[in-house]
Every structure is written in C-alpha cells, then in structure tokens.
C-alpha cells in the first residue's frame, strides 16, 4: 500500500489515495492504529484516506490515532488540499473537500506550481450546548465553570464540526497537560468526549494554545482548535476577529467574520515524504 506522510504545524498524518488503495471499511480500525504507531507503524496522529465524492470535490475520511472516526481536521484538511494538487488530482485552486457530511471550502496557494499553504472556510462555530455537545444549564457554555479531577475551571465551549472546551490559563508552557488532559477529554459533560485548549492571551492579536485531542494526546498543532479559541477569544472580549494562534509546531491565521458568521482558517501545509508499506 502507498501512503504519504504529511503534516501541517506539525499536526501530522498518514494520507492515503481511497481511489487508489482498496481497503474493506471494518479493516480500517487496525490498519489506522498500526500505521499510526511511532515505533512500529509509520507514525502519526491518525490516518486520512482521500476518496472520491458525489458531494464535493473530493472526501476527507479522517481517523484518531486510535482507530475512532473523527468529524474534521483543519492541519488535516490543508494537506488534502496540497496531496490532491500537487498529485494531478486537481487542476484547481479553489476545491471543495467534504467530511462527515460537512463540505468545506478551500483555497490554494502555490509556490513553484506546489502547494505551499490553504485558506479553508471552516464554517460556522457551533455554540448552542447540544450541538457541541457540552452539558450545561445555558443555552451556551461561554465563562463555564467545570470541575475536574478536584479542580475548578472555567471554559467556552465550541464546535467547529468537533467538539472543544476552551480554557483559558497564565502559563500555558508549564502546564502538565497529559495529567489533566484526559479527565477532560472523558469527562462525563461531553457526551461524544472533548478536544480541550489551553489559551494564554498575549495581547488582543496573538495568544498561546496548547491542545490535548480526543484519541490521540497532545498534539503540536489542531486546525479546528485554533478556530474554536479564536472565536472564545472574542466572546470573552480577549482579542480581536483576526487573531494569530502559535501552537507547538507553528502559527495559524484565524480570522472570525462575525457579520457572515465564518471562521477561516489560513497555514502552511507539507509533504514529509512517500513510501510503501
């Protein structure tokens, strides 16, 4: 089987032409935990299979690390925009990529004829408690108190396809996050478990963000996590629309367009290298 191994902000996965390579759908569980492996696999956050579709240009099949499904990946999202170009899949520079049911928009940007990074119109952030889901008393939880592991804290809760707890912290590098991290994750308020973030504010333009996803651990970058605290950044009243999101393997532009209600998303995207295994 061919694969590329890609990554975006260091958030790196397995890629797999799904027009290409045959596989049954109940074999893919297995195969997706075994290439994800950093020591006998090839090594990722997961494994995302590219397949033909009716609805969009292409399909983004996206698996965790550990073999579950998952509905989006922004870094995810911005490789399969660069693998169907730089392939041939594509001659355009504006495509349409669909996932779990979700068709999001992306535009190319190439240097020297290669994707060199994407704009993705990740939609519209989902707020409303049940939608993300989150259970709470509101019909948001925006500044919401949650008690974890004898702890308090406070989070804003976000879907942007996936479900994420903002929380918001001074000193975000120090922060022992694979303690805390998976009592977030299963904690018995989300009901489909949580990417959760942990933002430091840097000023009204820039903040910090370290993030610890469902299935996988902490990763160095999750594209609809930095959407997600962007637009908690603004409905705390701690930055401004268009903010610059430095995660631990690079920076995302995220910009929320309040009036149209869209969250884009811009950062680089690249190829680690090819092989067969």
């Not at 240097?111 to 060199?116: A, F, G, W, Y």
């Not at 999750?222 to 930055?239: I, K, R």
């Not at 920076?251 to 190829?271: C, H, Q």
Request: a negative charge; charged letters at 25%.
């Amino acid at each position: 089987m061919h694969f590329t191994k890609m990554q975006g902000c260091g958030n790196d996965y397995v890629y797999i032409d799904g027009s290409r390579e045959r596989i049954l759908q109940e074999e893919k569980p297995e195969l997706v935990r075994r290439l994800s492996d950093r020591h006998f696999g090839v090594g990722g956050d997961g494994v995302i299979f590219i397949n033909p579709s009716d609805a969009a240009d292409f399909e983004m099949e996206m698996y965790n690390a550990d073999g579950t499904r998952a509905e989006m990946c922004g870094n995810g999202i911005r490789c399969v925009g660069k693998f169907v170009y730089d392939k041939g899949l594509t001659d355009k520079t504006d495509i349409t990529v669909i996932s779990a049911e979700k068709v999001k928009y992306l535009t190319l940007f190439l240097r020297n004829d290669k994707v060199e990074k994407v704009k993705v119109n990740m939609g519209a952030p989902l707020l409303t408690a049940n939608q993300v889901p989150v259970v709470c008393d509101g019909e948001q939880a925006v500044d919401e108190p949650i008690r974890v592991e004898g702890e308090d804290y406070r989070m804003t809760c976000v879907s942007m396809g996936n479900p994420h707890a903002v929380v918001f912290w001074k000193d975000v590098e120090t922060l022992a996050i694979e303690k805390i991290g998976p009592y977030f994750e299963r904690h018995e308020r989300f009901p489909n478990r949580v990417n959760t973030e942990f933002v430091e504010v840097l000023d009204e333009e820039t903040v910090l963000m370290r993030v610890w996803e469902r299935g996988t651990g902490e990763t160095l970058a999750c594209g609809t996590g930095a959407c997600a605290v962007a637009v908690a950044c603004v409905l705390n009243g701690l930055t401004k629309e268009r903010v610059t999101v430095k995660l631990l393997g690079g920076s995302l532009e995220i910009f929320w367009d309040r009036e149209a209600n869209l969250v884009y998303m811009t950062g680089p995207a690249v190829t680690v290298f090819e092989g067969e295994i």
